[in-house]
């Protein structure tokens, strides 16, 4: 799979090689842009208040599917229901959300594992099976969370996760199974 991923951070960064060595070609554009035109697929991996310009940036992009894996740490354009309706009323092609509730800084750690750490991500339905396949690709198993209006409920989600983490857990990994699979 040709796959362009615009953010070069941790989250993107560290997407872009996961993906490299599961064999698919990644091209990882930064704050100067570039052209998208070959790719199967998108991953927008920037700050919440830079999405309008990071897609600004990047030819080749209409119409793509699109995984939206950023976060409103610094706040969300409040016109669009989720940051993930932003990047769709950019794109314009099938959009999903995941990656957003994993800690970047212990992908390293993903195969490391006894079972594989869980991705939460909803999909409008024509984005579902390439993003289940991305994350499996990355070392984590798909959990479906419904279609895209979710979104916002995944965003929203970071905050307990960065409440437990600054409790005292640190980075963490998460699993949801059903009985008797852990």
Sequence with gaps: MKITVIGRGNVGG????????????????????????????????VPAGEIANALGTVTGIEGKLTIDATNALRGRN???????????????????????????NIYDEVAAQRVRPSN???????????????????????VYAGGLDKARMLEDHLELLFAVNQAGLGPFFVRYAKPGEL
């Design 14 to 45: 560290g997407l872009a090689q996961k993906w490299r060595d599961a064999g698919h070609e990644v091209q990882e554009l930064g704050r100067d842009g570039g052209d998208a035109s070959d790719s199967d697929v998108l991953l927008v991996a």
């Design 78 to 104: 409040e016109l669009f229901e989720s940051l993930a309706h932003e990047v769709k009323s950019i794109v314009g092609g099938p959009t999903a959300k995941s990656f957003n509730l994993n800690f970047a």
């Design 120 to 142: 939460l991500f909803c999909a409008e339905d024509d984005a579902r099976e390439v993003t289940e396949q991305l994350i499996r690709d990355a070392g984590y198993e798909p």
